[in-house]
């Protein structure tokens, strides 16, 4: 099946459309249908099954993306796995994330800061997957610090411990791909309302591409050039047969 994907400043304008007056989604709103998304593709990736590990790392960015990371991780438990986020640069920006680690905290899921020994959840005898929430499309590389040291470690283990991507691959353009030398390549990728353009570069047979964030009606989709894609029933997320 061959994709629709739009640009990043096609994929802003939807955004804001979105969230403007006339439509007026909030941003909480849009983050929870995002984070469920990828909690959804993690269980259908990973089944949750009581007799094998269930321990799924989240790492979470500073900004929206790290929020969908956040939301997940307390979908993860709501669905069986044990999930431990790792959120080492907390936004400020609005109260919101500090209400979705209080969340957190009321679920026992653990959250770490940069000062903890986050590294230890990288065994892949102990954890299933890492859910990659660090960067989505408002990257601009250089990768800045902590960041560059924490790509780096999931570098050093995306052979052996699957990454899931939220919406773009931590150190990708948008537009062009791998663009950070330590840029992540997951094995599974959940873009959200449509794919951005670097979904292209891929390679379908080492990544499974899911969408999701299932938020928006037909007329909505096609004014920006894309049909609906094909969710199942009351799914947040569809797989992408591999082009
Ligand atoms: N409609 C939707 O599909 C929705 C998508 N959502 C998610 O939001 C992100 C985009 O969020 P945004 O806050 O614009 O940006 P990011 O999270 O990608 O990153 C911004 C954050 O990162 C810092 N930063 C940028 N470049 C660097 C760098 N080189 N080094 C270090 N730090 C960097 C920057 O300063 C900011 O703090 C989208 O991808 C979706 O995942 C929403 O949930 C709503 C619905
Ligand atoms: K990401």
Not at 79 to 108: A, C, D, E, I, M
Not at 197 to 222: D, M, W
């Amino acid at each position: 099946m061959s994709f629709k994907t739009i640009s990043s400043q096609l994929a802003a304008q939807l955004d804001k459309d979105l969230m403007g007056p006339e439509i007026g989604f909030t941003l909480e709103q849009l983050m929870e249908l995002a984070g469920l998304s990828v909690a959804e593709a993690v269980l259908k990736e990973f089944p949750y099954s009581k007799s094998r590990k269930s321990q799924v790392l989240v790492v979470a960015g500073p900004g929206n993306n790290g929020g969908d990371g956040l939301v997940c991780a307390r979908h993860l438990a709501l669905f069986g796995f044990n999930p431990v986020v790792f959120y080492p640069k907390r936004s400020s920006r609005t109260q919101f994330y500090g209400q979705l680690v209080n969340q957190l905290k009321f679920f026992q899921i653990p959250v770490l800061d940069g000062d903890d020994d986050w590294a230890q959840y990288l065994n892949p005898n102990e954890t299933l997957c890492v859910v990659d929430a660090i960067f989505g499309f408002s990257f601009k590389p250089p990768v800045r610090e902590p960041f560059g040291s924490i790509l780096q470690q999931l570098r050093q283990v995306q052979d052996q411990l699957p990454i899931v991507s939220v919406d773009i691959p931590t150190g990708w353009d948008v537009d062009e791909g791998p663009v950070e030398p330590n840029c992540i390549i997951p094995k599974v990728l959940v873009s959200l309302t449509v794919p951005k353009p670097c979904a292209r570069k891929i390679e379908s047979l080492e990544t499974q591409h899911y969408v999701g964030g299932r938020f928006v009606p037909r007329s909505f989709a096609n004014k920006y050039g894309f049909e609906p894609f094909a969710y199942e029933n009351a799914s947040q997320v569809v797989k992408l047969a591999p082009e």
